[in-house]
């Protein structure tokens, strides 16, 4: 792995959970960050914070649902500081609805926010990747990503979708020494998200996504040459880091 001090990177879903755990990790370690996210004022306190550790940071407020949005803020990423080593596109939205609850409307925008966003952020560093030499992109995945769960209409096929873009793309970009993966937490974590669909049993066990931290940190310092086309979990890959340490 290289030193990670000097390198940039763009996240997603950066304003809060497990987002805002990534680029703080990001952050002690000397990467430059351009942060990605709807809620806006959350992510200005964000980038505050970071840049009070010495941080160069770019905080970008943008619905990853709209299309046009998403590739604008990634323009102004790539713009302001150039290829990404590592793209973390965490964002995503789960709201539990039934067939026969959801609309048209709703489903998409879940979907876009998961799989049309995926796309689009990773098609805007593609090219800069294969001319930089490689880099590291990575989908935030779960268990709605290999199977199926109640209610989860729209995140389930969301997420199945960006397991199959991964597999896809990791054969594309292995020529070019570009990894793609994704990544499954591997343990319940304790974000907004959670707090609004886990049952109380999940809530007992859940644990700090700063915890979770090491293995986003392998992550931004890899190509293919290392792996690529893998479904990794967070939990046990950080905890086996830590053994390694």
Request: with cysteine; hydrophobic share 50%; charged share 15%.
């Amino acid at each position: 792995m290289m030193s990670l001090s000097g390198k940039v990177a763009i996240v997603t879903g950066a304003a809060q959970g497990l987002g805002y755990a990534i680029v703080r990790a990001y952050a002690e370690a000397g990467m430059k960050i351009t942060l990605i996210d709807v809620q806006a004022a959350r992510l200005e306190q964000v980038a505050a914070e970071l840049r009070g550790l010495g941080a160069d940071c770019l905080p970008v407020a943008a619905d990853l649902s709209d299309a046009a949005a998403t590739q604008a803020a990634v323009d102004q990423a790539l713009a302001h500081y150039g290829t990404p080593h590592v793209l973390v596109h965490n964002a995503a939205l789960l709201v539990e609805r039934s067939m026969l609850e959801v609309e048209l409307a709703a489903w998409q925008k879940e979907v876009n926010i998961i799989l049309q966003a995926a796309f689009i952020l990773s098609k805007a560093v593609w090219q800069p990747m294969i001319d930089a030499g490689g880099g590291s992109i990575v989908y935030l995945s779960s268990g709605s990503g290999i199977k199926g769960f109640l209610k989860e209409v729209a995140y389930c096929p969301g997420k199945h979708g960006q397991e199959g873009l991964m597999k896809v793309l990791a054969m594309e970009g292995q020529p070019f020494n570009i990894a793609v993966n994704s990544i499954t937490p591997g343990a319940p974590i304790n974000t907004p998200m959670s707090d609004s669909n886990y049952n109380d049993e999940l809530k007992k066990r859940w644990v700090d996504p700063a915890l979770l931290t090491p293995a986003f940190l392998h992550l931004a310092g890899i190509d293919a040459s290392v792996f690529t086309g893998q479904r990794l979990d967070a939990w046990a890959l950080s905890q086996s880091l830590a053994r390694e340490s």
